[in-house]
């Protein structure tokens, strides 16, 4: 399953990216942008970061087995 990454831009002349999962779900949006450069650059961060990334609970409760 491979999501989506749009690249959108604002009337400030800044980008952001939205991830989207094939069934459309939104699953992040990325900060701000000054540049397409930028936002491309963040696109490959997370790209590269996210399958080796560690899940760390912050929300005070246990997560379900499973």
Do not use: H, Q
């Not at 999501?3 to 990325?30: K, N, P, W």
């Amino acid at each position: 399953m491979a999501g989506t990454f749009e690249i959108v831009s604002t009337e400030e002349e800044a980008f952001y990216f939205r991830l989207t999962a094939d069934d459309g779900t939104l699953v992040a949006v990325s900060p701000r942008f000054k540049t397409l450069k930028g936002v491309v650059a963040g696109i490959n961060a997370v790209r590269e970061n996210a399958a080796t990334g560690l899940v760390v609970n912050r929300s005070r409760r246990e997560l379900a087995p499973g």
